[in-house]
């Protein structure tokens, strides 16, 4: 894991203000609550958050769809959002989309329960995986095909706590 990080701590940090600032904007006087796709948004929900400088509400969702280093295409809602967001102003936060998959997914199930607006902002975005569409309203890297680690990021729930985002070398 000592391999040179693909975005530093210093290089993450700054790209996260940018699009707090951004989302600081474009919801001001709306009702926003920022659910969380756990658990590999967990670090960057966190830091994401606390750069939003408005009231908002926060839940979160657990949904997976990998098995070890794929998507599986069969996703699963493990914890669901517990807040009534009829009406409300909702930022689905992600860690990276891939396949597009899971968070289409995601934003149809959301949409069932009324909320009068749905964005998605993901840290990562491997473009070239496609294979639904999903529109990312905030991308904070595109990437290209690589499997990465760090920053909540995981290999087999490993390695969520780097502070910085790396690709995972199975060679070590
Ligand atoms: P999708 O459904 O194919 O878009 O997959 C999205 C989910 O797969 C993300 O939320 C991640 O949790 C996981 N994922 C995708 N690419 C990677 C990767 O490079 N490393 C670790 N997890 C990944
Ligand atoms: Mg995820």
């Known amino acids: 894991m ?3 990080p693909l975005f530093t701590e210093e290089e993450i940090k700054t790209r996260i203000k940018q699009l707090a600032e951004q989302i600081t904007i ?9 659910i969380g796709v756990l658990k590999g948004a967990c670090v960057f929900f966190s830091d994401l958050i606390r750069h939003i400088n408005m009231p908002l509400a926060v839940d979160f969702i657990i949904a997976s769809s990998y098995v070890k280093k ?11 959002i517990r807040e009534t967001i009829e009406g ?10 891939d396949t ?23 840290l990562l975005d491997k473009k070239d995986r496609r ?8 991308i904070g890297f595109d990437i290209p095909d690589l499997f990465i680690i ?3 990021i995981d290999y087999e729930n490993q390695y969520r706590n780097l502070p910085y985002i790396t690709v995972y070398d199975s060679e070590g």
């Open 2 to 4: 000592l391999e040179k």
């Open 26 to 34: 474009d919801y001001k006087d709306k009702d926003l609550i920022a």
């Open 70 to 80: 794929e998507s599986s295409g069969n996703i699963k809602i493990h914890y669901d």
């Open 88 to 97: 409300k102003d909702v930022l689905l936060i992600e860690d990276i989309v």
């Open 100 to 122: 597009g998959i899971t968070i289409d997914y995601l934003v149809k199930e959301i949409s069932l329960k009324n909320p009068n607006s749905i964005k998605v902002c993901a």
């Open 131 to 138: 294979k639904v569409e999903a529109p990312i309203d905030y």
């Open 150 to 152: 760090g920053y909540g």
